[in-house]
């Protein structure tokens, strides 16, 4: 074989691993950050669930007042 083609071949395979390792690198943090946004997703979710109950029990507090205050005799 001649220098030149064992040169092509060496840098045909160090091509192929450089890009291969950079695709498997990306992908990793790509994933990494799905994983991430997804968590940051979750906990939103939870906040927003967590405000519609608080808002029940706001509007359920209210209504208790507004008939205390009914029920009150008055002055």
Known sequence: ???TLLVAALSLAGTVLGSGLGV????RL???RLEQLE???QA???LVERTYLLEG???EAE???QDMKKRQPAD
């Open 1 to 3: 074989m001649s220098e």
């Open 24 to 27: 498997v690198a990306s992908a």
């Open 30 to 32: 790509v994933n990494y």
């Open 39 to 41: 968590r940051r997703v």
């Open 44 to 46: 939103h979710n939870n």
């Open 57 to 59: 029990r706001v509007n």
């Open 63 to 65: 209504h208790t007042l």
